[in-house]
């Protein structure tokens, strides 16, 4: 799937989709509470009001450059919380070059944060050592970000996504780090949004007069739109994240800017009295 914003072309990657299986992540939501914003179906979720979410790359094309944004979970991983995401081998890259963009032609890969199911392409296991997936590519990261997780990775699981994801490529001299707010091209301007982890940026792209947010996981589902209050259970501070929502969401609502999620496709953020809805793009 693919949206075009004034010069720029955004295409989908999935890696992994989900339906249901995802209280671990948004505990409060159980089917009754979806089945009360019925405009959550059935774009982001089921008639029996289990959410839909996915894994997903959004590869963006400018007029001068091809950008990964965000790198899912990745193949031969170790360490992860999640039983399925270790030791996977899936088409991922395959897909990504049936789609046109083979590793070697992405020009940037762009980190919304460094948690691990937005870091783990970053890098590929190649005669036992973790080497750059991208080979043509610098990495950015936020400055806040690295920062964070280079001093914080004392959980196991922390540790084994840095070592495999993240340090290989500052090793290698790839990484960039930037600020939170940096303008990274004539198209791209990153927004501070802290809260889901301490660094954590999303991507404002304007091209020809129009523009698009990729939210990057502001909020993992649309229905955080309407629960601004409903934080992950993987947010670094709840209470921070809660206002990051109101705060991004209030600024793009009922205007014609196009919103990607991290985790959930495309539409238009509106006004609902006190919070707000998601108006799926219609494919």
Known sequence: MNWTVGKVRITKIVELETIGGTRFILPQVGPDEVQKLPWLIPHFANTEGRL??????????????????????????EGRSVPIWNHRHTPFLQDMTAAG???????????THLHVDHVGWNTKLVDGHWVPTFPNARYVFGKNEYEHWKAHSDKPEHAAVFNDSVKPIV?????????????????????????????HMSILIKSAGEQVLLTGDVAHHPVQMAHLEWSSTVDSDPIESAATRRELFSRFADTQTLVIGGHFGAGYIQRAGEVFKFAALQP
């Open 171 to 199: 090793d290698a001299g790839r990484a960039e780090l930037v600020a939170s707010d940096q303008q990274l091209s004539d198209e791209i301007t990153l927004i501070p949004t802290p809260g889901h982890s301490p660094g």
């Open 52 to 77: 839909k979410m996915t894994i997903q790359s959004l590869v963006v094309e400018t007029p001068t450059q091809r950008i990964v944004v965000d790198t899912c979970l990745g193949n031969d991983k």
């Open 101 to 111: 963009f083979p590793p070697e032609s992405i020009d940037m890969v762009l980190c």
